[in-house]
Every structure is written in C-alpha cells, then in structure tokens.
C-alpha cells in the first residue's frame, strides 16, 4: 500500500509560485522590435541616437519597458501634431 503524501505549506507555496507568471520589466532588443512592430536594426538605431535609453546587464541590452512605452508615446504625438 503506497503511503498518502501530506501537503505540508512548503508544497503549498511552491504550487502557488510555479502558477503565477511574471512579466520582466526589461526586455531585449528583439522582444522591443516585437512589441513596436518594427526591425532590430531600428531599435539599435534609436538606442545609438540616445532616443531610447538602455542598460548593459553582461552582454545584453536591454530595454525598460517604461522607457518603451514613452518613446511610443512621445513619437505618436509629434506625429499628431
């Protein structure tokens, strides 16, 4: 007869953590060409022109999905203007 495992609040929290996802702040360079709809190169443009501010975490780039935001914002209205 196999024993019954009794669910200790340890399993309980580790259930609970391995269902909620998490959205990273930061995103790469692809992830930001993907979300502007855009190329990589374009992004590495804007990043070079200081336009789009972004850090160096060991050999990757990457974007606060903050700034992203603000520089789609900022470029949507002087267009409407």
Do not use: H, N
Not at 29 to 52: G, M, N, P, T
């Amino acid at each position: 007869m196999a024993r019954k495992r009794s669910s200790s609040p340890r399993d309980t929290q580790r259930d609970i953590q391995s269902t909620v996802s998490i959205t990273p702040r930061l995103v790469t360079i692809k992830q930001a060409a993907a979300y502007c709809a855009c190329s990589v190169w374009a992004i590495r443009q804007v990043i070079s022109s200081k336009e789009l501010p972004a850090c160096m975490i060991g050999r990757r780039l990457l974007i606060d999905r903050g700034d992203l935001d603000r520089f789609i914002d900022t470029r949507l209205r002087e267009r409407a203007s």
